[in-house]
């Protein structure tokens, strides 16, 4: 077997495979004895077909099929061997290699189509400068979280009239009118939620009321969506009766939530690892960790800001029309030629960043290790406890739980991504030079849309 590599391009070359008998004769004739083995015909013996009979019937199949393997299989060992950094895969040249006389021919040579990856000259550094926004969390947003926190963590209550923040259990029956039952009601035993019913006037004939009270109302009119009303009065959207429809409810238990007391104790179930004395102290906790959530959203955009001046000043080149090609015959079930035309800029700038962050991971030696990954799912886990009232679980229930995950590759590998996403975010920051700006969240989200509108209009 010879292989010839030659460039035909930039970042193009051809592979010539040329393939004699003495490669492929042996592993031909070991897969039609193996072939023989299984095969069964009438008048045979199961196993006992002859050798002959069996390479008439099959054996062009099985002479491609092999000649193919070890052709993929040089090929492999060629470009490892001469550490060849290609994009995608070989592509057949089907012109040439489909031409190939199966039954006649000894000798084969076959061709394939290269493309090469760029090389890539960028030194990250605080030349490069990238905007980043800091969020600043004003009073009326802690004050709406605090009372959020006071509202979870507080006790539950059985106050004598309904209240605008009340839930309220009891019965409900379809009516014909205001006085009498419908034939075959629509009846239900549920909770109403007093903030959810968005009619004031309907909302107007539930405050005030107390147990055993009974209030008729439309039920099609009380509530935003029609599932909405259709979950309050226990049925599918499809069986809930039309508009003007009234309904009895009975008030059976009202329910209300007394806020937690602004004191230590609560101070602790909220941040159990925190050592919070005074009021202050737990409004600049919390100003912190709601800071934290919108930086989450501020990096997930100075990272796309960051990747986008990366790209522009690397000037990655491509060898475009392999790509295209490699595109189609990779995804021919999918992609037209069509589509990769009218998206190809997005193909092309998803590949370029692929590209450009290989080459960082490798300069700067950014890995994920199993520990790291071990390490977020405790904090994850610990998260999801205390969601559920567990502030100090134990060490084991965090370890099983953590073990559980690790077993499932799917949800490591969306760790691991994200864990390398945050390196690169904070390499980028390390190094880069930030043109820090504070905004309100608001401001950053309208800024964000902004920027996306217009790039939506520039791409039709």
Do not use: C
């Amino acid at each position: 077997m010879n292989i010839l590599h030659e460039n035909t391009g930039n970042l193009t070359g051809i592979l010539k495979v040329e393939i004699g008998e003495d490669d492929y004769s042996k592993n031909v004739e070991n897969a039609i004895k193996d072939l023989q083995k299984k095969a069964q015909m009438p008048g045979f013996r199961p196993g006992k077909v002859p050798v002959g009979l069996v390479k008439k019937l099959h054996g062009k199949n099985v002479l491609a099929e092999q000649v193919n393997k070890l052709i993929a299989e040089a090929i492999y060992d060629y470009i490892k061997e001469k550490d060849l950094k290609i994009l995608g895969n070989p592509i057949p040249v089907r012109e040439k290699n489909d031409a190939v006389d199966w039954d006649n021919q000894k000798e084969f040579e076959f061709h394939y189509l290269l493309g090469f990856a760029p090389d890539i000259d960028l030194e990250l550094s605080d030349k490069i400068k990238v905007e980043y926004h800091k969020i600043k969390v004003d009073d009326k947003t802690i004050d709406e979280q605090i009372q959020n926190l006071r509202q979870q963590y507080g006790k539950i209550i059985n106050p004598e009239e309904i209240g605008d923040q009340d839930s309220v259990f009891g019965e409900l029956i379809q009516m014909e009118n205001s006085e009498k039952v419908a034939e075959e009601p629509v009846t239900n035993k549920g909770t109403v939620y007093i903030k959810d019913i968005k009619d004031e006037e309907i909302k107007a004939k539930f405050l005030s009321k107390k147990l055993n009270d009974q209030i008729v109302f439309d039920i099609n009119k009380a509530f935003e969506s029609k599932a909405k009303a259709a979950s309050v009065a226990g049925v599918n959207e499809d069986e809930l009766p039309g508009e003007g429809t009234l309904f009895r409810f009975t008030v059976e238990t009202i329910s209300r939530i007394e806020p937690a007391e602004l004191n230590e104790e609560f101070f602790k179930k909220v941040f159990p690892d925190e050592e919070i004395k005074a009021e202050e102290e737990l409004r600049e906790k919390v100003r912190s960790e709601i800071s934290k959530q919108y930086q989450m959203e501020v990096d997930r955009h100075f990272k796309n800001e960051a990747i986008e001046k990366l790209l522009k000043k690397a000037d990655i080149k491509l060898p475009e029309e392999f790509i295209k090609k490699w595109l189609l015959e990779s995804n021919k079930e999918e992609l037209t030629e069509e589509k990769i035309e009218a998206e190809f800029d997005k193909y092309a700038d998803s590949l370029r960043w692929q590209l450009l962050e290989s080459k960082i991971v490798e300069d700067h030696n950014l890995k994920v290790s199993e520990e790291e990954i071990k390490d977020h799912l405790r904090e994850y886990v610990k998260a999801q406890l205390r969601q559920y009232g567990q502030s100090n679980p134990e060490e084991q229930m965090i370890e099983s739980f953590v073990k559980n995950i690790m077993e499932k590759k799917e949800e490591v590998q969306k760790v691991s991504e994200k864990l390398m996403e945050d390196k690169l975010i904070d390499l980028f920051k390390n190094t880069l030079k930030l043109k820090e700006k504070q905004v309100t969240f608001d401001e950053f989200v309208n800024l964000v849309k902004e920027k996306y509108d217009k790039e939506q209009k520039n791409t039709k």
